[in-house]
């Protein structure tokens, strides 16, 4: 109360101000991209047409004939969604084990799949390639995108997920198995629908992350299997030649992860920082 | 009994799955890095199939490790690394601080900021590099052009001209060039990851201490002291672990070096890399199992950070 009460009336009109200024200049550059698909091509590079133009949705409605967009965004839903699928499947059986039946092993596990996340992926890039082209022929398809988006954000998953659980009191899955409830029957009768909001999180975390991933979905991927980030990444335009097609096909691939990652911030701090900052 | 082995054979198809994962491609690495591979030679046609006859002991580390290429390399991954932590604690700190209070629109507020966390980013890259950066057709070659201009009109003002016509023309700046690449990726990455910082100080911040604040001002403790002496302590930790997440994240930085500039005066670790591996594997694995050394240096400070509160 007492800082409340210190801060003079300049403050309280200027504090705002300057908050909403600086929320502005970070949001800008996506308004820009949003707002420079709605221009020709022509239009996008004409200094005149900078702020007053015609809109048109032109870019939008070419852009399968363009990009081929929608190939390349069915190949990313469909890749993250099993990817997030099956880190799942893994995932919670092991974090519901961590959690209520910890070993003295468990936190050493924990810390040796927190550190699988932090190998360098370059530093194995040719053994992937190597492996999935020569050896096993799964060289762009969707399975190997899957199994790597899958095994990426799988300890962050199991991370995540064991946090969640964690918060759960013993007693109520003891209480399950009391009244002899299966191991299955306790993950999916009392464990998911208590801990459900952390779940759902976490899925949608690791579906994020999935989408946005450009280092394996660019490298291990031709065209089959190729994900958006291939599409934008082989499309950079370097002569501006396209800036209104580009910027549509942008937007259209960010949108629908900005919206949904609005929906889950709160969790991204636990996520990202493996529980140590609450 | 069966209070034992069930929760271990629930693990072990996650602890199997990242094992595997791990082990194999790392020694694979490892294995290559200690013969002489290459993918294509005329010459000698013997050395383009993984073979234990073509060992090379440490060669290709030496062939590295005296490689100019690699030297500069490390340097720009440093320097573009530390950049961008150094820009985003601070942004992230102030603008943390900014926002955490209550004022209107708030909540919006929130989420403008941290919007471009989930951007991917091929699309960051493209985006800052053609549409805001680029010298003519973008924001920036847009802007000097439109001050040059104005300058150019003032100089016909008759007094003032005079002040006006001993300002040079601007010229704009070209970011895909070798001296300004590395900055090009800078600004990117730190506007996409200075939200990561502000939101992990807020949540931070929210559990600051009210009543030691309080404390603190029924004691006089001036504002500036305040936020030394309190709340900069209270950040000391998610301080340190938003630096190390970023640094494996950015030690790893591709799309955005491929995308500004090709590796063009920004080439780090990653890219080069790629580079090798499009011949060289030897010396790709090489390099590759010194950047992994780089990365577990960081790696092994986060991991204690985040042990010491696993358990509580």
């Known amino acids: ?278 | 009994m069966s209070d034992r082995t069930l929760p271990r054979l629930l693990q072990t198809p996650a602890v199997l799955l990242l094992l595997v994962w791990m082990l194999v491609p790392l020694g694979m690495t490892l294995f290559f890095s200690f013969i002489r591979y290459v993918l294509n030679s005329l010459r000698r046609p013997e050395w383009t199939s993984p073979s234990i006859d073509n060992w090379r002991g440490f060669g290709n580390y030496q062939f590295v490790w005296n490689n100019d290429g690699f030297w500069l390399a490390i340097y720009n991954s440093v320097f573009i690394v530390t950049s961008i932590v150094v820009f985003t604690v601070i942004f992230g700190l102030a603008i943390a601080i900014l926002v955490n209070r209550s004022f209107p629109g708030r909540g919006i507020v929130r989420v403008l900021l941290i919007s471009p966390f989930f951007v991917m980013p091929a699309v960051n890259a493209v985006l800052w590099i053609n549409m805001i950066l680029d010298p003519v057709l973008g924001l920036q070659g847009i802007a000097v052009a439109g001050l040059n201009e104005m300058i150019d009109g003032l100089r016909d003002f008759p007094v003032l001209g005079g002040f006006f016509s001993l300002w040079p023309e601007l010229s704009p700046i070209s970011f895909r060039a070798t001296q300004t690449s590395a900055y090009a990726v800078i600004i990117m990455v730190t506007w996409q990851w200075t939200p990561f910082a502000v939101l992990i100080f807020m949540t931070s911040l929210q559990s600051e201490d009210q009543q030691q604040k309080e404390a603190a001002i029924l004691d006089g403790a001036g504002k500036w002291s305040m936020f030394r002496n309190l709340t900069l302590p209270h950040l000391g930790r998610p301080i340190a672990i938003v630096v190390m997440i970023q640094a494996i994240f950015h030690l790893s930085l591709y799309a955005e070096i491929e995308i500004v500039s090709r590796g063009n005066g920004n080439k780090n670790l990653p890219y080069l890399i790629g580079e090798f591996a499009t011949n060289n594997i030897g010396a790709a694995s090489a390099a590759g199992i010194f950047a992994v050394i780089l990365a577990n240096v960081i790696a092994i400070f986060l991991l204690r950070m985040v042990g010491k509160t696993l358990m509580d």
């Not at chain 1, 936190?107 to 050896?135: C, E, G, Q």
């Not at chain 1, 995108?145 to 954000?153: D, G, K, Q």
């Not at chain 1, 501006?240 to 960010?254: E, H, I, Q």
């Open chain 1, 1 to 278: 109360m007492a800082i409340v009460a210190q801060e003079s009336r300049l403050s309280r009109v200027l504090w705002p101000i300057l908050a909403w200024t600086i929320a502005i200049i970070f949001f800008f550059p996506i308004f820009w991209l949003v707002f420079t698909s709605f221009k020709t091509d022509a239009d996008a590079v004409k200094p005149e047409h900078l702020i007053f133009f015609t809109p048109t949705l032109e870019n939008y409605i070419n852009m399968t004939e363009n990009y081929d967009y929608w190939r390349f965004a069915i190949n990313s839903v469909i890749t993250s969604v099993f990817a997030t699928l099956f880190a799942l499947i893994v995932g919670v059986p092991c974090a519901y084990a961590m959690a209520f039946n910890p070993t003295r092993a468990t936190k050493d596990i924990l810390m040796w799949m927190l550190s699988t996340k932090m190998l360098p992926a370059a530093a194995v890039l040719y053994p992937m390639t190597f492996l999935t082209k020569n050896f096993l022929g799964i060289y762009d398809t969707h399975f190997l995108v899957i199994v790597v988006l899958c095994l990426i954000n799988l300890p962050i998953v199991i991370w995540m997920l064991f946090t969640y659980f964690k918060e759960i009191p013993k007693e109520i899955i003891e209480a399950g198995k009391m009244d002899g409830v299966s191991t299955w029957g306790e993950i999916k009768d009392i464990l998911i629908p208590l801990a459900w909001g952390g779940v759902a999180s976490t899925a949608l975390l690791c579906f994020i992350f999935c989408w946005n991933e450009a280092y394996w979905t660019v490298r291990l991927t031709t065209t089959e299997a190729a994900t958006l980030s291939k599409l934008i990444e082989g499309n950079r335009a370097p002569e501006g030649l396209f800036f209104g097609r580009l910027s549509a096909v942008s937007a259209a691939a960010v949108g629908p992860i900005v919206v949904l990652g609005w929906f889950c911030q709160k969790q991204l701090v636990q996520g990202l920082t493996f529980g140590a900052v609450k």
